[in-house]
């Protein structure tokens, strides 16, 4: 079992920056691929961004390219996205996901873990 928790979410003009974090616990959570996803209201949850265990495989979906980070410290069993340049339409619930199978993609049902989400807001 993987227990994962996120943090650092809040309320950020547009421009601005925000690292969110996520913790994850577990013998093998290093090993695990980690992902963002978010959650607009009305909206159904979409990609964000991915990286696998060894950082060798990272992934990020087109609408964040460019802004956002994803990284881990696998000391720390933890994975943070840093995001950049923060717009209207980043507003959503981020929720942090894992899964053991190194080739897992971008399709939220492919991920067993998910932490319990963090709301970000940017206002305009």
């Known amino acids: 079992q993987v227990q994962l928790v996120e943090s650092g979410g809040g309320l950020v003009q547009a421009g601005g920056s925000l690292r969110l974090s996520c913790a994850a616990s577990?013998?093998?959570?290093?090993?695990?691929?980690m992902a963002w996803f978010r959650q607009a209201p009305g909206k159904e949850r979409e990609f964000v961004a991915l990286?696998?265990?060894?950082?060798?495989?990272?992934n990020y979906a087109d609408s964040v390219k460019g802004r956002f980070t994803i990284s881990r410290d696998n000391a720390r069993s933890t994975v943070y996205l840093q995001m950049n340049g923060l717009k209207p339409e980043d507003t959503a619930v981020y929720y942090c996901?894992?899964?053991?199978?190194?080739?897992?993609?971008?399709?939220?049902?492919?991920?067993?873990?998910w932490g319990q989400g963090t709301q970000v807001t940017v206002s305009s």
């Open positions: 577990g013998r093998t959570a290093s090993s695990y691929v």
């Open positions: 990286i696998s265990g060894g950082r060798t495989r990272s």
């Open positions: 996901a894992a899964d053991a199978d190194y080739y897992v993609g971008a399709r939220d049902y492919e991920y067993d873990y």
